[in-house]
């Protein structure tokens, strides 16, 4: 235990050292330049941990510490001085502390030592090479949208090889899974990572990006190759999928990644039955109707894929929680997605459409159930009381989707507009649950 106190000390010394050099040559580099370095030193520093502690809570402590110091840094105007080379980019970001969070994460989770090499130098080279190109070379902003964070076709292409090149050397070195799935796992993963770099804004990448590479890298390398070439193939149909609504529809560029990403990990998490409803979804928000002019000129960016997604997600992470309760939480998982198609059609029709509310809601109501109800009645193969409750629960939805949307203009959706919708299908889904749970414990409905 002496011998990792000491290990700390030296990383805290070594964190404060680069900060003192930084701020010296803060003059002589831009403030995204002197993070960059910081962010690259630090990064470094954080590859020797599985080497120079013995113990895994030495970095809990550690990164306790560092933590505590990066805070104190923010609120003391001195040490906020001191800090300049680390706080002094324009943007609001906690991008420093959730670096310290995501290593302390990965480092607590990670068994073999390349699973916890490869997400970290992932984020530490190239989320700071691509930083860097992109800010240099960067011609081809990818963001459509004011909300979107500029992102660098030039910086993306980058970030790809790098990540690639830092999942292929350590995998190659210190595992022991085959070439070809070396390779086709690198691919993968280089793919995935500049699709969560690209979409991620305020620091959120230093986060997301080493936490969701752990998991991928940690679902292939336990499949089979036949399997990693399927779900290389599903993602590739995603693609294409994604396209073809981005052609018809009025999402934007980051939405698309946005979309490919949220699929693959809801079908690493789950499997392909959880696919179905967030791809009816995505397939069919846009169509029957067709988007007029007025309504595709409104871009949809990340947001609107996230206010969609969110509940559904929590669902499938709880499933993983609660393994007992995964059937009932799968179709809680698709009700989300039916709420979420019939309030969309329905905002769609008033808004832009200009139906009767009668029409709309019987509207809404009858796409939701057709495209996702009864696909996943068909799929799951749920009881038939509990497929009669599913429909009450998105009926119930509809009245309230009327009033939200009164009190709201649709045709400018922003914040307002997607709390109200996550709240919304939030309380409708927990309930329904709540039920399932209780009806479940009562009756046999998931023998």
């Known amino acids: 235990m002496i011998h990792d106190l000491f290990a700390a000390i030296g990383v805290l010394v070594i964190l404060g050292a680069v900060m003192v050099i930084a701020k010296l040559c803060y003059k002589r580099l831009t403030p995204e330049g002197a993070r960059k370095t910081i962010h690259i030193v630090m990064g470094c520093t954080a590859l020797a941990l599985p080497y120079i502690f013995e113990y895994k809570q030495s970095a809990v402590y550690l990164g306790i510490a560092a933590i505590a110091l990066l805070v104190l840094m923010r609120r003391n105007e001195v040490l906020r001085k001191a800090g300049i080379a680390l706080l002094g980019v324009e943007r609001k970001t906690l991008g420093d502390i959730y670096f310290v969070i995501a290593i302390v994460i990965v480092f607590v989770l990670h068994q073999s030592t390349f699973e916890y090499i490869i997400p970290i130098a992932i984020l530490t080279f190239a989320d700071s090479i691509a ?126 990644t946005y979309s490919m990403l949220v699929g693959y990990i809801i079908m690493i998490l789950g499997d392909i039955t959880w696919v179905a409803p967030p791809l009816m979804l995505f397939l069919t928000f846009g169509i029957l109707p ?99 409750i599913y429909l009450v629960f998105v009926a119930i939805a509809m009245p309230f989707a009327v009033s939200l949307n009164k009190k709201y203009n649709y045709k400018k959706v922003g914040d307002e507009t997607f709390k109200a919708n996550k709240i919304l299908v939030g309380v409708c889904v927990a309930l329904f649950t709540v039920i399932l749970v209780i009806l479940g414990g009562v009756y046999d409905l998931f023998g």
């Not at 909300?147 to 292409?157: Q, T, W, Y």
């Not at 790098?162 to 050397?169: D, K, P, W």
């Not at 999928?241 to 981005?246: A, G, L, Q």
């Open 131 to 256: 930083a860097l190109v992109g800010i240099t070379y960067g011609r081809y902003n990818m963001a459509q949208h004011e909300e979107e964070a500029a992102k660098s076709r030039e910086g993306s292409v980058m970030f790809f090889i790098v990540a690639f090149i830092c999942t292929l050397i350590p995998l190659q070195l210190m595992s022991g899974v085959g070439r070809t799935e070396v390779l086709v796992i690198s691919f993968l993963i280089g793919i995935l990572a500049a699709m969560i770099e690209a979409v991620t804004r305020k620091g959120n990448d230093n986060l997301m990006l080493p936490l969701l590479t752990f998991s991928i890298l940690q679902y292939n390398i336990e499949q089979p190759l036949d399997l990693i070439f399927t779900n290389f193939g599903i993602m590739l149909l995603l693609l294409v999928i994604v396209f073809v609504v981005y052609k018809i529809t009025n999402i934007t560029r980051l939405s698309m």
């Open 290 to 388: 067709m988007m007029k002019n007025e309504e595709k000129n409104m871009m949809q960016t990340y947001k609107v894929i996230e206010c969609n997604s969110i509940i559904g997600i929590i669902c499938l992470v709880l499933s993983g929680f609660f393994p007992e309760y995964r059937e009932i939480l799968n179709i809680s998982f698709s009700l989300s997605f039916a709420i979420n198609l019939a309030i969309n059609t329905y905002s769609r029709l008033i808004n832009f459409q200009n139906r009767q509310v009668s029409v709309a809601v019987v509207y809404g109501f009858v796409k939701a159930i057709g495209f996702i109800a009864l696909p996943t009645f068909a799929i799951i193969g749920m009881h038939g009381l509990i497929f009669a």
